[in-house]
């Protein structure tokens, strides 16, 4: 049983750069594959960066070259660092985690946080 809480999110100009955190309580933590996910406003949620138990990543499209994602084990912590941000980068951001596999869907991911509101303004 993981329990996940997103910080980080914020209002930022476009080209500007934010730093999500998310804190996992629980056990086992680096048993966990660990993601993100975004939804904005009338969309569906959707992939965003996920990083596997030792370190290898997956990233959409959209974001590849401005996203990392990375994982501390030793803290419990994941982070997505956001550089040239953009307006549709705006939404709000879910960490998610996985016991099974570094899935790019919804349905691989077994905890999710609440999320924290990313807004880009132009």
């Known amino acids: 049983q993981l329990t996940l809480v997103e910080s980080g999110g914020g209002l930022v100009q476009a080209g500007g750069s934010l730093r999500l955190s998310c804190l996992a309580s629980?056990?086992?933590?680096?048993?966990?594959?660990m993601g993100w996910f975004r939804q904005a406003p009338g969309k569906e949620r959707d992939f965003v960066a996920t990083?596997?138990?030792?370190?290898?990543?997956i990233y959409a499209d959209s974001v590849k070259g401005r996203f990392t994602i990375n994982r501390d084990n030793a803290k419990n912590a994941v982070y997505l660092q956001m550089n040239s941000l953009e307006p549709d980068d705006t939404a709000v951001y879910y960490c998610?985690?996985?016991?099974?596999?570094?899935?790019?869907?919804?349905?691989?991911?077994?905890?999710w946080g609440q999320g924290t509101q990313v807004t880009v303004s132009s």
């Open positions: 629980g056990s086992a933590f680096d048993y966990y594959f």
């Open positions: 990083i596997a138990r030792l370190g290898s990543t």
């Open positions: 998610a985690a996985s016991g099974s596999r570094p899935g790019v869907r919804q349905n691989d991911y077994d905890y």
